[in-house]
T-cell receptor, first 115, second 112 residues
């Protein structure tokens, strides 16, 4: 098993659809993240979960809804998205070490296209 | 001012050249620093952590300058396979954010 796996790899959805992105980490980490990467922009942090508790919601619109049922799984539920939400959505995990951070390990990402 | 700033490039260098990238950060309390590499349409992958005393991994050398708030990445003897975007990553705990902030990346193209 690779460290962080994401499904699906590609997703095309209409603006009225509801879909979910799934992420699973096999590294025993205690923190999981959703990042968004749009063309020619830096990675934008969306959500952070630490020990299953959401510790950060970086002003993300409510049409994105995260869920973290346990420390190994993370979901991003999508509904009524806009075309500008088309991007690469990356899940990551890490081990929070108090004042320091361990590196992030990323999944392959889901390339989302909203039509 | 951007929190983490990088020259977007592209840096076009011949094989075998030495190339250096800098990255500046705005949060003086930052304590964790990394360089990531991202290939086209792929996820970012950790290249190396950056330690206070500087560190080296093969052809790659990373340095931290806390006084001037920048980190650098030096690549010696560039290979074609080094062509990628290099992302500077810094933590922002002092601002209350509990995650790492990424720069926009510097694109490197190594030419034969």
């Amino acid at each position: 098993e690779t460290g962080v796996t994401q499904t699906p790899r590609h997703l095309v959805m209409g603006m009225t659809n509801k879909k979910s992105l799934k992420c699973e980490q096999h590294l025993g980490h205690n923190a999981m993240y959703w990042y968004k990467q749009s063309a020619k922009k830096p990675l934008e942090l969306m959500f952070v979960y630490n020990f299953k508790e959401q510790t950060e919601n970086n002003s993300v619109p409510s049409r994105f809804s995260p869920e973290c049922p346990n420390s190994s799984h993370l979901f991003l539920h999508l509904h009524t998205l806009q075309p500008e939400d088309s991007a690469l959505y990356l899940c990551a995990s890490s081990q929070e070490l108090g004042q320091r951070y361990s590196p992030l390990h990323f999944g392959n990402g889901t390339r989302l296209t909203v039509t | 001012r951007k929190e983490v700033e990088q020259d977007p490039g592209p840096f076009n260098v011949p094989e075998g050249a030495t190339v250096a990238f800098n990255c500046t950060y705005s949060n003086s309390a930052s304590q964790s620093f990394f360089w990531y590499r991202q290939d086209c349409r792929k996820e970012p992958k950790l290249l190396m952590s950056v330690y206070s005393s500087g560190n080296e991994d093969g052809r790659f050398t990373a340095q931290l300058n806390r006084a001037s708030q920048y980190i650098s990445l030096l690549i010696r003897d560039s290979k074609l396979s080094d062509s990628a975007t290099y992302l500077c990553v810094v933590n922002e705990r002092d601002t209350g954010r509990r995650a790492l902030t990424f720069g926009s990346g510097t694109r490197l193209q190594v030419q034969p």
